[in-house]
């Protein structure tokens, strides 16, 4: 059981297939056993979703269960909370600093829940990233995703090199500039 | 050389090694993507079928006619696929038949939980289930020989976490398989009373054979462990309880039905207690009581939802198993100390031309008979207009049946609303019973121009075939006109007033009528909004709430109402219905 499980976790939308598949991606070519579960359909309509990455020398269950994530990479503060339960004893929070109500909220039927930055780190390591406002430095809002798999590879021990790499193969090529550039940006940030 | 793929995209490339010439299929969650990645091959013919009654049809033609052939569909497919499937198993085939079908446990896009298994059995077809992508690659070449070497069609099931989940698969070549001679031969493809009484015999023995089959095949396998604790489980299940008892004695099926006797009694034999694990249904474990084995299945695990490790490995826990041996990781979480997580349901999209359907048929407070789509989701708050969501199709039938059962003035307060790919799939048919039996239904069809749900796949309306070639498009008003409905129109949904007043005329008349609302999905690359975002003017909104209740997620209330300039799509839908002309296009309001 020593291998490493990782919830991307977000609003649908967001774009944590691409960074999940970016993930997969670097951990094979650097010779690992891997899975990746993904949420396609309904609960993809702007709803909470999960994607599970885990590698190590073999893998068997695609998903990250209660107390075996080393990371939760977070798209949306709120969905950082909602998923951080499943973390290991040193597991690691990374999350994006954006709120993004959800339509109950919007509605008034429940509350963003409040100082979530202070919930997260009683549970664990947190990291709060700043990754809207640096994905729109570099050219477009929509790089949050990329940003903060900045961040994430910082801490994990795969080359550089290969994720730019395998972002360059993965990303459509317009955005290729953008994505190298928040890569950048998230992986200078701690 | 090893990809790393989805279990759908393992199924396409496994069906491409294995020679196969003709795919048909229609969409539909967690199934899509067979499909998708079959048709990326330019040697194998792919289309998209109006519904999955006629992609098996289409799929049982070509084997019969010497092609390997497949067809596929999410669990509730195989329903409407269900006759071609009961017969084809009389037939038997030419070329191989095999039929995918994905079940949902859990229900992540689903409207049941229902477990294809029993189709295998009830039809007398074998069933094989693999656990990740190299078994989802391995046992689709697998089951066309199977179903070559026994004259059979083979169901592969597949479930939402192995058709969507990545794993490594090792690449091969397309083999090259000949399309067989076609011979005329009554006896075995003309299904009448004679013919098909000599078939239900050769069925019989067919199945004798394919026990056999499965007591020798390496597709299920035993591993011996620790022999206290014996699992038997197959697909997703296996994993799940790998992780939770890594250590135990498993066999692992891959061949689901028929189930193998004599290997499950030796395996019995060599443990000393014996649980069955599988998700849904006690088909497994069924199976192993009427061997008069002592086995413990369902009566410990959960007979709902998904499976997990934790609830496995709790499970075993509460069963007296050893904690030595189990994985209990998840004893050691440490839960967020926050009052309540608020939920985050799926919401229809910024943008989305749904929106303002919903919002007329709220307003005048009409009972809604709905379908299976992304308009389900106008069901909820704060939307909520939909009265009943069964299946597809069933929006238009049912209101049918509403107005017999409650009368014409009901019919005078109620809609249908199907979206365009379901109509197609099988709401036209109830439009034909309405009109055939003096109904006087108003059917609203959600046209968004494409199948929405399920990812954006093209359908006879839409003028482009799977691999995006023009195509004949498939007239609707011109095809509701020809089944006898007079009053046909078609309208945009976010001219909210003329929609309205469209609604309002339609469901007065006393004869059948369809309203065509017309708008492509907001997510369409083709459609894709251009227009600036909203914003609001906050010195001249008076917070009145009436644009929240489009229950779009780009509109936020904070402290004070907002638009989220990223999320905005532009659609204006908020401007409309806002009673102080407070929101307005973003370059104005700078």
């Given amino acids: ?190 | 050389m090893k990809k790393l793929l989805l279990g759908n995209e393992a199924v396409a490339q496994g069906a491409y090694e294995a020679g196969v010439r003709v795919v048909s299929a229609y969409p539909g969650t967690p199934s899509t993507e067979i499909t998708e990645n079959v048709a990326r091959f330019d040697e194998i013919y792919t289309e998209w079928a109006p519904n999955e009654k006629v992609a098996l049809e289409v799929a049982v033609g070509a084997a019969i006619a010497g092609a390997r052939a497949m067809a596929c569909m999410k669990h509730v497919g195989l329903n409407v696929a269900a006759d071609p499937l009961f017969t084809s198993s009389y037939t038997g085939i030419n070329g191989g038949l095999v039929i995918v079908v994905a079940d949902d446990p859990g229900m992540h896009s689903s409207q049941n939980e229902q477990d294809s298994r029993y189709y295998g059995r009830a039809a007398h077809i074998p069933v094989l289930e693999p656990s990740d992508s190299q078994e989802a690659k391995d046992f689709t070449k697998l089951a066309f020989e199977i179903s070559e070497k026994y004259d059979t069609p083979v169901i592969l099931r597949m479930a939402t976490r192995i058709s969507h989940s990545r794993s490594l698969v090792e690449i091969g070549q397309r083999s090259d398989v000949h399309l067989k001679d076609y011979t005329k031969d009554i006896g075995k493809y003309v299904m009448m009373p004679a013919m098909a009484r000599r078939r239900r015999n050769i069925l019989v023995e067919r199945e004798k054979s394919l026990k056999q089959y499965s007591e020798e095949a390496e597709l299920n396998r035993i591993e011996y462990n620790d022999r206290s604790i014996g699992i038997i489980a197959a697909g997703g299940a296996y994993n799940y309880a790998k992780e939770a008892v890594p250590g135990a004695s498993f066999l692992k099926l891959g061949m689901v039905y028929p189930l193998p006797e004599k290997l499950i009694k030796s395996f019995a034999r060599e443990v000393e207690r014996l649980f069955v694990i599988e998700e849904l249904e006690t088909f497994i474990e069924d199976y192993v009581r009427t061997l008069g084995l002592d086995v413990i299945g369902k009566e410990l695990f959960p007979k709902t939802g998904e499976l997990s490790y934790e609830v496995i490995a709790s499970k075993l826990k509460e069963a007296g198993i050893n904690k030595e041996v189990l994985n209990l990781s998840f004893e050691n979480c440490k839960a967020p100390n926050v009052n309540e997580i608020p939920l985050r349901p799926p919401a229809l999209c910024p943008g989305c031309p749904h929106r303002g359907v919903y919002y007329v048929l709220k307003k005048l407070n009409l009972t809604v008979t709905g379908d299976i789509g992304c308009y389900t989701l106008g069901a909820l708050p704060p939307l909520s207009s939909m009265d009943t969501c069964i299946c597809m199709g069933a929006s238009v039938s049912s209101a049918h049946g509403l107005e017999k059962a409650r009368g014409k003035e009901f019919a005078r307060k109620t809609v249908a609303v199907i979206g365009d790919s379901t109509f197609i799939h099988s709401g036209i048919t109830g439009l034909i019973d309405v009109v055939y039996n003096n109904g006087t239904s108003t059917v609203i069809i959600l046209d968004n121009s494409t199948t929405g749900m399920t990812g954006h796949q093209e359908h006879p309306a839409t003028g482009y075939d799977i691999k995006g070639r023009p195509a004949n498009k498939l007239n609707m008003e011109k095809l509701c006109e020809a089944v006898g409905v007079k009053r046909v129109r078609v309208e945009d949904p976010f001219e909210i007033k003329k929609f309205q007043k469209a609604v309002q005329e339609e469901i007065s008349a006393d004869e059948p009528s369809v309203i065509i609302a017309r708008r492509p999905c907001a997510l369409l690359k083709r459609v894709k909004s251009k227009n600036k975002p909203y914003c609001v003017n906050t010195e001249t909104c008076i917070e009145c709430g009436l644009c929240l209740e489009l229950g779009c997620p780009a509109i936020t209330n904070r402290s004070l109402i907002s638009i989220d300039e990223t999320m905005c799509n532009g659609c204006g839908l908020c401007a409309d219905v806002c009673p102080t002309n407070s929101i307005t296009r973003g370059d104005i309001c700078d």
């Fill in chain 1, 1 to 190: 059981m020593t291998d490493t499980g990782i919830l991307i976790v977000g609003v649908g939308g967001q774009g944590t297939l691409l960074s999940s598949r970016i993930l997969g991606e670097v951990a094979l070519r650097s010779g690992m056993d891997v899975k990746v579960s993904e949420v396609h359909g309904m609960a993809q309509r702007g709803g909470s979703v999960v994607t599970h990455v885990r590698f190590g020398k073999k893998v068997y269950c695609p998903l990250v269960g209660a107390g075996q994530a080393d990371y939760v990479l977070a798209f949306e503060k709120l969905e950082a909370l909602r998923w951080a339960g499943y973390l290991k004893k040193d597991g690691v929070i990374i999350s994006n600093n954006q709120e993004i109500p959800p339509i109950p909220v919007t509605l008034g039927h429940q509350k963003y829940p409040e100082n979530i930055r202070e919930s997260l780190e009683k549970i664990a390591t947190t990291y709060m990233v700043d990754a809207g406002r640096i994905a729109s430095d570099c050219g477009s809002a929509k790089a949050v995703n990329v940003v903060l798999l900045g961040v994430l590879a910082r801490k994990l021990n795969f080359e550089k090199e290969l994720w730019t790499k395998v972002i360059e193969e993965t990303v459509p090529p317009k955005t290729i500039e953008i994505n190298i550039k928040a890569f950048n940006k998230g992986y200078g940030v701690v």
